[in-house]
């Protein structure tokens, strides 16, 4: 299972670290990620790292704010210079066959955990 952590408020051109921790299997191989999805818009790819951590991947609108890692069974986001725009519920998720990046099809999701960036 994939839990996921460290969301909440914060002001813009803060910084905030999510926390996704996999347990129960092997997530070897895996593509791990994290997803968003703001109100009345549809969820969106946002990062992605493959567990070796040879390959990731960001979504243009996060790319040089955003980085995603891996340490241990933990896979985090961390977030710098917040925008409102970035308000969302984060997801995270495991895909567990590799077909390229960004992926689009997961396996396993965590909890949506809620960031609020105020202007």
Known sequence: QLQASGGGPVQAGGSLRLSCTASGRSFSGYTMAWLRQAPGKE??????????????????SVKGRFTI?????TVYLQMNSLKPEDTAVYYCAASRVFRGMPPVNFDLWGRGTQVTVSS
């Open 43 to 60: 969820r969106e790819f946002v990062a992605g790292v493959l567990w070796s951590g040879v390959r990731k991947d960001y979504a243009e």
């Open 69 to 73: 890692s891996r340490a241990s069974n």
